[in-house]
């Protein structure tokens, strides 16, 4: 038998080897090589710390209580890492970004900071955590006790382990206030253990199929041939563990130091998410053998939890049972050091810093180091939690099974998982939302799980089991809502789950998040677009040598003054102190949390800064940056379409002033050309009439009638630019009157009939539908009628010219369309025939200068109307369109 | 949030990219899945068979895990990937 001494021995001597080799991979680490130390491959090994002392000495017991059950506790884990893509890479980047030091300060950093919430996930941590630090007491003391005998006593190992526990964790824990709360020295340590409890398992299990069963055909048959041969499954109980385990993966302190905080490079994750569940595989690959065996070769009401370290020795293996012992303390140790750093972490930021800046309300900027308060809280809370894991183990009985009490713990953690996942994934989630889930999840799981795990009458008299407390039967602690019959342990995951995601949601919903929260909330449900940070703080008036003071006290005056200077430099400012920006002081809490939380920094920041925090108006201004980028975009495009339309305006004006000029240039000829003839001739013919002394009298009348007629046209010409020119400067008095369209019509008619029979222009006319009367200046009416009607006795090129007049009442306003058969106008033309002194042709019997349609125009905008020109009517077509009644005004 | 205008279809590595994404994401649904359907017929079968289903689909899941991991984009090009809106992407 191995003495009990060499035992001690060879224990001090392996803990020993882990001081070394931590202290090494510190040394290194802090020489600037950390190299391996931050491999994927330590990083999987570190995540082993899932397997405990529970899992490895209870595991076996577990197979040899109900077979394959046990290993739904690596099962749920194993969906966890393949599925690390959809929540832990989201998880470990949110860590990263904001500088997460726990899972409380994940809770609480994501509902805007909270402290409450912070206290109450770490309460919940604590109370959690203790029963399996109890249980890895446990378990080392029972092993010590398989070596040592039954008269050894166990109180006075556990408190020894507890004891070294204790100094290893405040040795390699907290040694520094690390920025990123990494620990090198632990990290490579708990992979170490990993290792040994791998090579033990292993070996034990090779030992056991090839040694004693004889080869895994021998093996399997000696399965067949054992009592858990039958599959006895639960399979509520299965899908519930399976469940719980991957729940408690994620949400338990100690699996979220390694996997999020102790990461330091997001890729390991993709290594770990095959290596992780192959580590597991290969953990449980022999539990079932061992276990068979044990229940075969050893007296029935041996231990099975212990079957790891009894089976060898069974076979006179000391040195495979020393193997063995040396694994199952090493899964205990990890476990502790680990829970413990993670615990204590948070009870300092989240319980102690808070009362201690609270207590000293002078606040942050008292001069001296923070860095002493917060390491020697952070001892204190290792200290005092492994003081509660050995009350807990001395005062529980250490009776029950281990694995019960583990899944205990589990449940109690999961609580957390509503408000984590909610949190990552949904925006909507609130503070109140969560503390109500949690808090809710809480009760429910002490007072189905926790508390009757005591035992009955321990804490809650029988009676309550029986008929409920105060007598109410739908509150009995194990069937709640008088659902009978269900596991003890999925009736409180069931009801405790339930209520929880209804009070986190119910809450959520009703509530109306701070708008700290939001940001917050925005920031960490789409961490993968604003990777960089978000803004948390306003314009505020504090001053940098404060905050250099604070800073000082909690990085140490080297960190926080290469910071300062860094920061300065970046502004582009010499010396230490900086411009107190809004981004600075996001980078500053930033840092700060790194040391001693989200909550806690930001509370310290407050204080300096009087508590100007995020407004709502600086979360509408800086969380929705892409919705204000896409506001500018579509301003952007308006005013883009706006410029685009003046373009063409633009574009449309320059067109129409180049025509206009050349239009005015050829006019300029046309005018004087106009005027020259005439003139011409005038002076031709008086020059004659002044020589011809004797001239027949016929002769002199028809020279003095060109004269005349010539005088004629010149005055109808200047006549007209008059016109125009009155008409274009309003000065214009208007005669206005009651008339029909028809009057107005036939006068216009009449006016251009008479003077061409020959060349007669048909006009169709619908008689019935003209007599509509307007109150309007007829005169001026008839001056654009007849306008219209001679250009189309002019211009109109049919064979048998015919004029179209229909009148139409639209509403209000009279439209009189005036449409003849001959070509119409040209395209390019129709936007020119209303300029002054527009002429499309040359011909010389039109005998007018252009300013016929340019008069029209200007009179039916005096009249409150218009002219167009109406395209695709088979011919040249004049829409007049006119009010009703023209306005007293005009 | 993201309006710039997304291409209807992608380039043919872009689009493996997305569809691995996919696939590391259907993963777990696909192991709860495995593991859960000893559920149904467990009770009328031995642990050695049992045992061997588990173990063999563990290895499988073990497997796929290795070729999605290791094919997956790194981190930089994932984020490119995920910053598009809708993440399940044009097809």
Redesign the interface.
């Known amino acids: 038998m191995l003495s009990f001494n060499l035992l001690v021995g060879v224990c001090l001597g392996y803990v020993c080897l882990l001081f070394l080799v931590a202290f090494a991979a510190e040394k290194r680490a802090r020489a600037g090589k950390a190299g391996w130390l931050r491999s994927p491959v330590v990083y999987t090994l570190s995540l082993s710390i899932y397997c405990t002392g529970w899992t490895f000495y209870g595991a076996v017991g577990n197979a040899a209580r109900s077979?394959?059950e046990f290993?739904t506790i690596y099962?749920g884990p194993?969906?966890?890492?393949?599925?690390?893509?959809?929540i832990l890479r989201k998880l470990v980047r949110i860590g990263r970004t904001q500088r997460i030091t726990s899972i409380a300060d994940l809770i609480s950093s994501r509902y805007g900071k909270s402290t409450s919430l912070g206290v109450l996930v770490t309460l919940l941590a604590v109370v959690g955590t203790t029963p399996y630090i109890a249980l890895q007491l446990q378990s080392v003391t029972l092993a010590f006790g398989v070596f040592g005998g039954p008269s050894r006593d166990g109180n006075a190992t556990a408190v020894w382990v507890a004891i070294g526990l204790a100094l290893f964790t405040v040795i390699f824990g907290t040694r520094s206030l690390d920025a990123n709360e990494r620990h090198h020295g632990v990290v490579i340590a708990i992979a170490v253990e990993a290792v040994v409890k791998l090579v033990a398992l292993c070996a034990l299990g090779v030992f056991v199929v090839w040694g004693v069963a004889g080869g895994p055909g021998d093996a399997?048959q000696l399965?067949?041939a054992?009592p858990?041969?039958?599959?006895?499954?639960q399979?509520d109980r299965?899908?519930t563990l399976?469940f719980l385990s991957a729940t408690a993966f994620l949400c338990l302190p100690r699996m979220f130091q390694v996997l999020v905080v102790e990461n330091s490079d997001?890729?390991h994750l993709?290594?770990a998410?095959?290596a992780f569940?192959?580590y597991l595989?290969l953990i449980s690959?022999f539990v079932?053998p061992i276990a068979v065996v044990g229940l075969a070769v050893m007296p029935a009401g041996a231990n099975p939890d212990l079957f790891v370290l009894t089976v060898p020795l069974a076979f006179d293996r000391e040195g495979l049972a020393m193997l063995s012992f040396l694994g199952g303390f090493s899964a205990a140790t990890s476990m502790v050091i680990v829970a413990a750093i993670a615990l204590s972490t948070m009870v300092s930021n989240h319980i102690v810093m808070p009362i201690w800046l609270n207590a000293r309300s002078g606040g942050a900027t008292v001069s001296g180091d923070v860095r002493h308060v917060v390491l020697l809280s952070r001892r204190i809370s290792i200290a005092g939690i492994l003081a509660l894991g050995y009350i807990y183990y001395r005062y529980s009985g250490g009776g029950a099974a281990l694995a019960a009490m583990g899944l205990i713990a589990f449940v109690g953690v999961s609580q957390v998982l509503p408000a984590l996942i909610g949190g990552i994934f949904w925006r909507g989630a609130t503070r109140i939302g969560a503390g109500l889930g949690v808090a809710i999840g809480f009760a429910v799981w002490l007072y189905t799980l926790f508390l009757p795990s005591f035992g009955e009458g321990v804490v809650f008299p029988a009676s309550i089991y029986e008929v409920g407390p105060w007598g109410i039967w739908l509150l009995r602690p194990q069937a709640l809502f008088g659902i009978e019959g269900m596991d003890p342990l999925v009736h409180a995951v069931f009801w405790s789950l339930a209520l929880n995601m209804a009070a986190f949601f119910i809450g959520s919903l009703l509530s109306f998040p701070r708008p700290l929260e939001r940001l917050q909330g925005a920031t960490f449900v789409?961490i993968?677009?604003y990777?960089d940070s978000t803004r948390g703080w306003g314009q505020s008036f504090v001053e940098a040598e404060d905050l250099l003071v604070m800073a000082q006290r909690i990085l140490g005056a080297g960190d926080a003054q290469a910071l300062f200077v860094r920061v300065a430099a970046e502004q582009g400012k010499r010396g230490y102190l900086p411009d107190v920006t809004p981004e600075f002081l996001d980078l500053l809490e930033r840092e700060l949390s790194g040391s001693v939380g989200a909550a806690t920094a930001h509370a310290m920041l407050g204080q300096l800064t009087g508590g100007v925090t995020v407004s709502v108006e600086d979360l509408m201004r800086v969380a929705?940056e892409?919705?204000q980028?896409?506001e500018q975009?579509i301003q952007l495009e308006a005013k883009s379409g706006e410029l685009e339309i003046t373009a063409r305006q633009l574009r449309d004006a320059n067109e129409k002033l180049t025509q206009l000029s050349v239009q005015k240039d050829a006019f300029l000829s046309q005018i004087s050309h106009e005027l020259r003839t005439p003139m011409t001739s005038l002076r031709a013919f008086s020059e004659i009439l002044m020589d011809s002394e004797k001239m027949a009298g016929s002769e002199r009348k028809r020279y003095s009638s060109i004269i005349h007629d010539e005088t004629l046209r010149l005055t109808r010409l200047l006549d007209d630019l008059l016109d125009l020119s009155v008409l274009e400067n309003g000065q214009v008095t208007l005669n206005t009157q009651p008339v029909t369209v028809s009057a107005v019509l036939d006068r216009a008619i009449g006016a251009t009939q008479s003077r061409d029979e020959a060349n007669s222009l048909r006009i169709i006319r619908e008689r019935d539908r003209e007599d509509v009367t307007l109150v309007t200046d007829p005169d001026r009416l008839a001056q654009v009628f007849i306008n219209v009607v001679s250009n189309a006795q002019k211009y109109c090129d049919a064979a048998t010219p015919e004029l179209r007049i229909s009148v139409s009442a639209v509403g209000d306003r009279v439209v009189v369309d005036l449409i003849d058969n001959g070509s119409g106008i040209p395209k390019d033309s129709q936007s020119m025939i209303f300029e002054k002194f527009a002429r499309l042709s040359d011909q010389r019997a039109a005998g007018g200068a252009g300013l016929g349609l340019a008069i029209c125009r200007e009179i039916m905008v005096r009249l409150g109307g218009g002219i167009d020109y109406l395209p695709g009517q088979g011919g040249a077509a004049f829409r007049v369109t006119l009010p009703q009644a023209l306005a007293a005004a005009a | 949030?993201?309006?710039r205008p997304e291409p209807m279809f992608l380039a043919r590595e872009t689009y493996r990219r997305r569809r691995l994404?996919d696939a590391?994401?259907f993963?777990?649904?696909l192991?709860?899945f495995v593991?859960?359907i000893?559920?149904?017929w467990?009770?009328a079968?031995?642990?050695?068979?049992?045992?061997i289903y588990?173990?063999g689909t563990?290895?499988c899941?073990?497997?796929?895990?290795?070729i999605i991991?290791?094919r997956?984009p790194?981190?930089g090009q994932?984020?490119e990937a995920?910053?598009e809106p809708g993440r399940s992407g044009p097809g």
Do not use: H
């Not at chain 1, 194993?78 to 959809?86: L, N, R």
């Not at chain 2, 079968?45 to 045992?51: M, N, Y």
């Open positions: 077979g394959l290993v099962l194993t969906i966890v890492m393949i599925g690390w893509w959809v399997a399965i067949e054992s858990i041969s039958q599959w006895d499954m399979p299965w899908v399976t997001e890729r993709a290594t998410s095959w569940p192959l595989l690959l079932v789409n993968y677009r990777s929705d892409t919705a980028m896409m975009r | 949030m993201n309006d994404m590391a994401r993963l777990p649904f192991g709860a593991f859960i000893p559920a149904l467990a009770q079968t031995g642990t050695a068979a049992g045992k588990i173990f563990w290895i899941l073990i497997c796929l895990a290795f991991s290791r997956l790194t981190a994932a984020d995920e910053k």
